[in-house]
């Protein structure tokens, strides 16, 4: 198959760019829908929890448990703000979706893939572009993390 024509069948690549760049979506797409579910899951918890401590603060008998669900809370915002699980489900989000119009345009042969002699080694390109930008933004979210951490814990 030559550099210029690209698969019809996105599913089964022709060449290791388009395998990098389907394992890659796939592996956007999985980490952003694991993200979404924990940040999800984690704000429930967090407001299901804050809405019952009053309850339970009244309840006669039930002043452990509002205690205890002060803990969930701490807890659960914790392990978010640890993980950054709302960052990280925008960010792989919008990676995947910016990986996708990648290879939409290279397979329909569009945009920068429509005039160039090698569209295949520029999509290459692009992609990895794409991907360095990416681990830039996760690395520095994670830095921005730990610092936020330090400052919390210095007097």
């Not at 210029?4 to 996105?10: F, G, I, V």
Request: glycine residues 6%; contains cysteine; aromatic residues 8%.
């Amino acid at each position: 198959m030559s550099d210029s024509t690209p698969t019809s069948n996105p599913s089964v690549p022709a060449n290791p760019t388009l395998e990098r760049l389907n394992d890659q979506i796939n592996w956007y797409d999985k980490k952003s829908g694991t993200s979404q579910s924990w940040y999800k899951c984690l704000k429930a918890l967090t407001m299901v929890s804050a809405v019952l401590i009053p309850l339970a603060s009244t309840a006669e008998g039930w002043r452990l448990v509002s205690g205890f669900l002060g803990v969930v809370i701490v807890l659960a915002e914790g392990f978010q703000q640890l993980n950054q699980f709302h960052i990280n489900w925008i960010a792989y989000r919008t990676a995947c979706e910016s990986l996708k119009r990648e290879r939409h345009l290279f397979l329909a042969q569009a945009g920068p893939y429509a005039t160039v002699e090698k569209p295949t080694t520029l999509l290459a390109e692009r992609m990895e572009g794409l991907l360095a930008q990416e681990n830039d933004k996760w690395v520095s979210t994670q830095l921005e993390a730990g610092k936020k951490a330090l400052t919390a814990k210095t007097p």
